[in-house]
């Protein structure tokens, strides 16, 4: 009997961690929302092509007038030229006929493509919010024929 009573109080306890883990990430995603709220500007590093035309698709806020969308575009950190990481995902980026393309698996997708597929914001809403979140796409890579 007391080895059930202590299996009991060990679950209530693991039961009460995970309640304040849920409760933290709740949190956490709450200020990340609050976040993306900031009107931020890209500054391009100079002399990369790459890096200013990003600049300018990230700073054109006129593209969509979905703010979630437009806060998603400024997850791109730069590494090298090209060479990005948006959320956890390293990312290789090209120039193709005045547009930007992101490589995926075997192929490319544009980059508004890329953002709407792996979108962070997409699935999810802060507590209470009115706003819909948009059903998640499947990606359509471009033809691979695209590569170098």
Not at 121 to 137: H, L, N, R, V, Y
Request: glycine share 6%; aromatic share 10%.
């Amino acid at each position: 009997m007391l080895e059930k009573a202590s299996k009991i109080t060990l679950l209530q306890e693991r039961l009460e961690l995970m309640n304040d883990r849920d409760k933290e990430f709740d949190r956490i995603f709450d200020y990340i929302y609050d976040l993306t709220r900031i009107n931020v500007q890209y500054c391009p590093i100079a002399g990369d092509k790459i890096d200013k035309q990003l600049a300018g698709i990230i700073n054109d806020n006129e593209r969509s007038s979905d703010s979630v969308i437009n806060k998603a575009k400024m997850l791109f950190v730069r590494e090298a030229e090209g060479v990005y990481t948006y959320c956890k995902k390293k990312v290789f980026m090209k120039n193709e006929q005045e547009r930007l393309i992101i490589r995926v698996g075997g192929g490319y997708m544009s980059l508004e493509e890329f953002i709407d597929t792996f979108n962070p914001f997409q699935s999810w809403k802060p507590k209470g919010s009115k706003e819909e979140s948009g059903a998640s796409k499947v990606a359509k890579p471009l033809s691979s024929s695209n590569s170098k």
